[in-house]
């Protein structure tokens, strides 16, 4: 979504409880023009199937190494997602081709 960057994750937002992903909670302030299209809803949905939702952040902090077991799990949830599901998001997200 925000290609290679150094620093926290733009989308990277404080909640009442802790942090969140601003595409699920927020996907208005990232797209806006898509959200208005069609509807927040819709792309907060897009976006907890793109990031994996349930399987864990896959964006590390700065100097974080990567955990093995995490990374695993994060692969293994992704690689059940069916294709079109996936294709289907990116296309709302306005990030994969039609």
Not at 52 to 68: F, K, Q, T, V, Y
């Given at each position: 979504?925000?290609?290679?960057?150094?620093?926290?994750?733009?989308?990277?937002?404080?909640?009442?409880?802790?942090?969140?992903?601003?595409?699920?909670?927020?996907?208005?302030?990232?797209?806006?023009?898509?959200?208005?299209?069609?509807?927040?809803?819709?792309?907060?949905?897009?976006?907890?199937?793109?990031?994996?939702?349930?399987?864990?952040?896959?964006?590390?902090?700065?100097?974080?190494?990567?955990?093995?077991?995490?990374?695993?799990?994060?692969?293994?949830?992704?690689?059940?997602?069916?294709p079109r599901e996936?294709?289907?998001?990116?296309?709302?997200?306005?990030?994969?081709?039609?």
């Amino acid at each position: 979504m925000f290609g290679t960057w150094a620093g926290p994750c733009p989308a990277h937002e404080r909640t009442a409880d802790g942090f969140g992903c601003g595409l699920v909670l927020n996907p208005q302030r990232y797209r806006p023009a898509r959200a208005m299209a069609r509807g927040r809803t819709a792309l907060s949905q897009a976006a907890v199937l793109l990031i994996g939702s349930g399987a864990g952040c896959d964006a590390l902090g700065e100097g974080e190494r990567p955990d093995p077991a995490e990374t695993a799990r994060f692969k293994t949830v992704m690689a059940a997602m069916g294709p079109r599901e996936i294709r289907r998001a990116k296309i709302a997200w306005g990030v994969g081709g039609r």
